[in-house]
């Protein structure tokens, strides 16, 4: 389903820019290091430093979902009848989408399933083979999309929006991900 969401989307006509992107980690992550605990401040600079260096910018882009986690899927029995949440939806690379949909649909308590790794991996595949390209960035890619729901889910704890309503997750979830993913050890190989 995402890579058929990937293709389609390829012929819309100028969508905007993904709002969550690198530029956009760094702004939150120096905002919120004053609120963050010594080693979990540490983390997010080694994070941003390594993102800057090794995320690179030549990947397939198009127009992403960025934020394709279960509870975004409405199903009809055994069958997906609706995808809901595009409020983050935007132009960055197609393996970002890949990397949001991995870390959460794959995964418990952070942990890969290889099974559920490879059938996701596989049938996107199928639709739309990934490039030399994407195969080198995946790891630094998968450690992204950890990164990107951490900011995230830190900025709602410790600074949140006057007037919005905001259901608050657990930040620690996506650091125990993030953790793992630098780690490397269950990183599955794209096909």
Known sequence: MLARLHLAAASYPEPLAHQRHTAWCAQVAAQLEPCLADDDARL??????????????????????????????????????????????????????????????CADAGVLDPARCTALLAAYAEARPFTAAE???????????????????????????????????????YRRILALRAVGADLPALP
């Not at 986690?69 to 939806?89: K, M, P, Q, S």
């Not at 998968?142 to 995230?152: G, H, Y």
């Not at 830190?154 to 259901?167: Q, S």
Request: cysteine-free; aromatic content about 12%.
């Open 44 to 105: 997010l600079r080694n994070e941003l430093r390594l993102q800057q260096r090794y995320r690179p910018a030549d990947l397939p882009r198009g127009v992403i979902h960025a934020d394709l986690f279960r509870d975004n899927v409405l199903w009809d029995g055994e069958h997906v009848g609706g995808v809901i949440d595009f409020y983050f939806a935007g132009r960055d690379a197609l393996l970002f989408d890949v990397a949001v949909t991995l870390n959460d649909w």
């Open 135 to 173: 195969r080198a960035a995946w790891p630094a890619v998968l450690r992204a999309a950890a990164l990107r729901f951490w900011l995230s889910r830190l900025e709602d704890f410790h600074l949140p929006r006057p007037g919005e309503m905001v259901l608050v997750k657990d930040p620690n979830e």
